[in-house]
């Protein structure tokens, strides 16, 4: 008779370059071991990568799930973690691929239901839908942005780099979001802080729990800190950014009086600043519409919290009991790749597993990112985030993958 709950956990990441792509296997028994698949998606592929890369993990993943995934969980809708969701007409591509693994449910943020917008009749479903037609807008921003990146001249090298990379990262990947709302044979579940879903028949005895996204009531307007004593940031690097000043030059090729250059130039220039300022802006609210999910199974706790910045974190952290939760927590994937405001100093340093010398006990992080994409101001990864993970903690990086998966999961 199988087992009604696992023994043990193993945790798979991909080498997908710069996104997030990881299989929990959940092992009851040895021929019972279910499968949940945690985003997969890219915005830029390793440098050694095959042609069809994508396609290549996604024969990978199902390999390694026999076929059949119990779950899958798209974080949010960033293209770094849903890209290799998209389709074709000829149903070859990477998410017809994850599709054939015919998953009984897909768990997303309550952002991505569809029906919201004309179910939401109460004041603060209304308030919700509104959110979502406002995602929307910008998403349409970003697909203009990334087609006039071209005549982006004024900006300087990092941040033309930064609008390109957040720019494509913020655009709709439709069919990669119509592949996710009808592969489940299950109705989708859209999630928020606080919600139940019933996985039992999908996986006994692995208690999940919804720590994020918050809704609009809980979260209230979500103001981004500029900075905070919560993110790994460097003080001397925040201030080189801010305090540094725009380069006055004309633009080349225009016909214009040389004592009006330095204006067009400046005007020019704030355009276009004015334009990756809006595009942060998008950045970060899909980033906090992330779910954050809990898992505990076989004595063992595991934190996925996709790219949840520090406006999702302080809602999830305030509420009573969830601190305590993450005490125990033995394998934290670390947030957004690394950057220097998705791992609260106070999550940090709550979660009582670190330590100093290695042993059977010690806290696990993974950490999904891929040097030198983006953000050259602020650092993608923190150093001083990944000093403290390698410091208190058993670090898998998966930069360190050779090949399409890490060949010697973490199993806990």
């Known amino acids: 008779m199988p087992s009604s709950k696992p023994t043990k956990i193993t ?15 959940f092992h009851y028994a040895a021929s019972d071991v279910r499968h949940v698949l945690i985003d997969f998606g890219s915005n830029r592929l390793p440098k050694d990568a095959a042609k069809g890369h994508m396609k290549l993990i996604a024969e990978q993943i199902k390999k390694d799930c026999g076929g059949k995934l119990q779950a899958v969980v798209a974080t949010h809708r960033h293209k770094d973690h849903i890209s290799g969701f998209a389709t074709n007409k000829a149903g070859t591509a990477s998410g017809d ?9 897909v768990i997303q943020p309550w952002t991505e239901d569809p029906d919201l917008d004309t179910d939401a009749v109460q004041p603060d479903l209304a308030a919700h839908a509104h ?25 300087g090298s990092a941040q033309l780099r930064e609008l390109k990379f957040k720019g494509s990262n913020g655009l709709k990947n439709l069919s990669a979001v119509e592949n996710l709302m009808q592969m489940g044979k299950r109705k989708p579940a859209y999630v928020k802080s606080g919600d139940k879903v019933d996985l039992s028949k999908e996986l006994p005895g692995v208690k999940v729990t919804m720590l994020g996204p918050p809704t609009l009531s809980e979260a209230g307007t979500l103001a981004y800190a500029a900075s905070s004593p919560e993110y790994w940031l460097s003080v001397k690097n925040a201030w080189a950014y801010l305090n540094s000043s725009p380069k006055r030059e004309a633009p080349s090729g225009m016909d214009i009086p040389a004592e009006a ?21 998008l950045d970060s609210y899909l980033n906090n519409t992330s779910v954050i999910l809990l898992f505990e199974a076989a004595g063992k706790r595991l934190l996925f ?7 999702n974190w302080s809602c999830a952290l305030k509420k009573s009991g969830v601190s305590a939760q993450l005490k125990a927590v033995d394998l934290y994937k670390v947030g957004h790749h690394g950057s220097r405001n998705a ?3 106070k999550l940090w340093l709550s979660l009582q597993k670190r330590a100093k010398t290695a042993s059977a006990t010690r806290l696990r992080t993974i950490l999904s990112t891929m040097k030198g994409v983006y953000n050259d101001q602020f650092e993608v990864p923190r150093k001083a985030l990944v000093d403290a993970l390698k410091a208190e ?12 998966e890490d060949k010697e999961p973490v199993t806990v």
């Open 11 to 25: 945790v798979r990441t991909y080498k997908v370059g710069f996104g997030d792509c990881f299989l929990l296997s």
């Open 97 to 105: 691929i994850i599709a054939s693994c015919e998953p009984e449910i």
């Open 131 to 155: 959110l979502r037609s406002a995602l929307k807008e910008m998403q349409a921003f970003a697909a203009s942005v990334d087609s006039m990146l071209p005549h982006y001249g004024s900006l």
């Open 261 to 281: 250059r330095w204006f067009v130039a400046a005007a020019e220039r704030a355009s276009q600043e004015e334009t990756l300022g809006l595009v942060r802006i």
């Open 305 to 311: 919290p996709g790219d949840a910045q520090l406006e």
């Open 343 to 345: 791992t609260p100093k």
């Open 393 to 404: 903690s058993t670090l898998y990086d998966s930069e360190d993958i050779h090949g399409l």
